[in-house]
C-alpha cells in the first residue's frame, strides 16, 4: 500500500533522508520514530507530495507520487504535525472546502460531515469560526478533513500535539477501527507508547537512515535489552553509548 524506494533528499551537501527502504501493508499501523533532525517530518512530506525527493520513489495505493500525483495525492488522508487553517471559516465551511477539494459529492458530504465531527467531539463548535477553537480541537478539526474523502492511507506527523488524555485515547482508538476497516496509517511520533500500544511494527530513523524496523519485541533484540518498553529500546538504538539495565 505504501512504498518507499531508495528515497534521498538533500539540502546542498546535507542528506536529510538517505536511500529509505520500506512498505506497509493493507491495514498496517506503521510507526516512525526517531530523534529531532533525524529525517521523520522531511519523510511524510515527500511522501504526501509536498517535497520532491532528490532520488527515489514513493508509491501510493500502486500509484507513483511522482508519475501521477494528483491521483496518488487522492488515497491519502495527511495530517501534518501543525494544524494549518482558515481560521475566517466555521468548522464546517472547512469540512466543505476540504471536501471539494477531494471531489467529494454533496450527498456524501451530507451524510458523512456532522457525522465525523461528532465522532470528534466538534459537533457543537461546527458553525463557530476557527479561529475560536482551541490547538487541540484545530487538531482533530484536521484529521476530521483527512477523513472525509474516505483514504486509504493516512499519513500523519505528530497525531497527539496538543491533545488531552481523552483526545489522545479518542485517536488511538480511530486509528485502530481504521486499520481493522482495511486503512493503511502511517504515523510518525516522539510519543513513544502511544507507537508502543497500536503500531504493527516502528521503523527507527537515525541521521536520514533507516537502523531498524520490526515489532517491539523485534527491536528489543535489536536493541539488546529484554522486556524493556519503546523508549529504553529508542535510546539504545540511538545513542553512541548504550544505556544499561536497571
Known sequence: MIELKDLTKKYGDFEAVNELNL???KGEVFGFIGPNGAGKTTTIKIMGGILEPTTGTVTIAGISMQEEPEKAKSKIGFIPDRPYLYEKL?????LRFTADLYGVS???FQATAFKILKDFSL???ADELIESYSHGMKQRLIMSAALLHNPEVIIVDEPMVGLDPAGIIMVKNLFKTLAEQG????MSTHTLKVAED???RIGVIHKGS???MGTTTELQREANVTEADLERVFLNLTSETPYPQN
Request: proline letters at 0%; charged letters at 25%; hydrophobic letters at 55%.
Open 23 to 25: 512498505s506497509v501493508k
Open 90 to 94: 466555521t468548522g464546517m465551511e472547512f
Open 106 to 108: 454533496e450527498e456524501a
Open 123 to 125: 459537533a457543537d463548535w
Open 183 to 186: 486503512v493503511t496509517i502511517f
Open 198 to 200: 497500536i503500531c504493527d
Open 210 to 212: 533507516l537502523i531498524a
